[in-house]
């Protein structure tokens, strides 16, 4: 029926240490909710699993809880907490700050993020 809703579930859910991300599939489009744990951290948690030096997903996502700092690999540095909208370019780490989870909505860096092969 036209101008019918639905409700969109996960599609897919990737865990790696010290945290999660459930993907959703929308037509072309891939849309993540990441959840990273106090103590999480990407050079540790999944470069194992990516296999490169730094991040090299670009991420354009909304924060809805915590605080997360991403560094560049040119070692400009910044932190984003609850209501910013983060931007991070390919060539990154990232860690979250404090003791309460980062939650983020990602809906350009998850395609291929901490995708085992």
């Known amino acids: 029926m036209a101008g019918e809703s ?5 599609d897919e859910v990737r ?5 999660k991300l459930e993907i959703a ?8 909710r990441a959840t990273f744990q106090p103590g999480w951290r990407w050079s540790e948690s999944v470069k194992p699993i ?3 030096d730094s991040c090299q997903s670009n991420h354009t996502a909304y924060v809805l809880s915590g605080r997360m ?6 070692g400009t ?9 983060m931007i991070a ?4 780490d990232a860690w ?12 350009t860096g998850v395609k291929a993020y901490a995708k085992k092969a």
Request: glycine content about 20%.
């Open 15 to 19: 865990e790696f240490p010290n945290g």
């Open 25 to 32: 599939k929308i037509g072309g489009a891939v849309i993540g």
């Open 96 to 107: 979250t700050v404090g003791n309460e989870a980062c939650v983020l909505i990602d809906w």
């Open 6 to 10: 639905k409700a969109v579930g996960k």
């Open 69 to 74: 700092v991403v560094k560049a690999n040119d």
């Open 50 to 52: 990516a296999g490169t």
């Open 89 to 92: 370019t390919a060539g990154h």
């Open 77 to 85: 540095q910044i932190e984003y907490g609850p209501g910013d909208v």
